[in-house]
């Protein structure tokens, strides 16, 4: 990755850590973000699996799974914002993906190692510990200075969140594969589309959120 790539990949990493911050703020923000990313993925999504030689009863299907899974996700996602130790809950997930994403980067660019999936060639062992690593002290952290919990199963929960981003990273990696691209868009310098920063939130997010009503 040139000097260029990277420091733009910086930048916009800070402006949407400030993004979140705000949307976590006012909750008007959230409503604009939801309807803007959720309409922009099914979008970027659309135009990825027609890509994909596929049928195409099977690409309508497939289509309208993504466009209903949004409309649910957004959805949730604003109803369990209304409720503060929810809400906490959903940042706290929200920001043990950005954290699972950039430790899988970080890590992978400084130790390398093996591949981990022929799927997406820059994915390694290494950069998947980092994820995970990364993602539970950031999540156990935020856990215990906001809600003053701290135990096993909040770190349990951390790694579940970080698996399935990364199931997320690699199922996108997958379709873009088939699709023949690098990037899901060009919306985010340094970064792609848009589904290329929320492929992994799309299934850490809700399974995380899973886990912990199952473990708490």
């Known amino acids: 990755m040139s ?7 910086i930048y916009t990493s800070s402006l ?8 976590f703020k006012f909750n008007a923000i959230l409503v604009y ?11 970027e999504f659309i135009n990825l699996t027609n890509k994909i ?27 369990f914002s209304n409720i503060e130790i929810f809400k906490l809950i959903l940042f706290i997930l929200l920001f043990g993906c950005i954290a699972s994403d950039i430790g899988g980067f970080v890590f992978g660019k400084i130790f390398k190692g093996p591949k981990l999936t022929p799927i997406s060639p820059n994915k390694t062992f290494t950069g998947s510990a980092g994820s995970l690593i990364l993602s539970t002290i950031v999540v ?73 009503i199952i473990l708490i």
Not at 16 to 23: D, N
């Open 3 to 9: 000097l260029s790539i990277l420091q733009k990949r």
């Open 16 to 23: 949407l850590i400030l993004t979140v911050l705000l949307i």
């Open 33 to 43: 973000f939801l309807i803007i990313l959720g309409v922009l993925s099914i979008l």
């Open 53 to 79: 030689n596929l049928n195409r009863y099977i690409l309508i299907l497939i289509n309208s799974f993504f466009i209903f899974y949004v409309f649910v996700y957004c959805v949730f996602f604003f109803f």
């Open 140 to 212: 156990s952290f935020l856990s215990f200075f906001f809600i003053n919990t701290l135990n096993f199963k909040i770190v349990l929960i951390a790694l579940i969140t970080s698996m399935f981003c990364q199931l997320g990273d690699l199922l996108f990696s997958f379709l873009k594969r088939k699709a023949n691209l690098k990037d899901t868009g060009k919306i985010l310098p340094g970064h792609g589309g848009i589904l290329d920063r929320l492929d992994g939130i799309f299934l850490g997010i809700p399974f995380g959120f899973l886990a912990l």
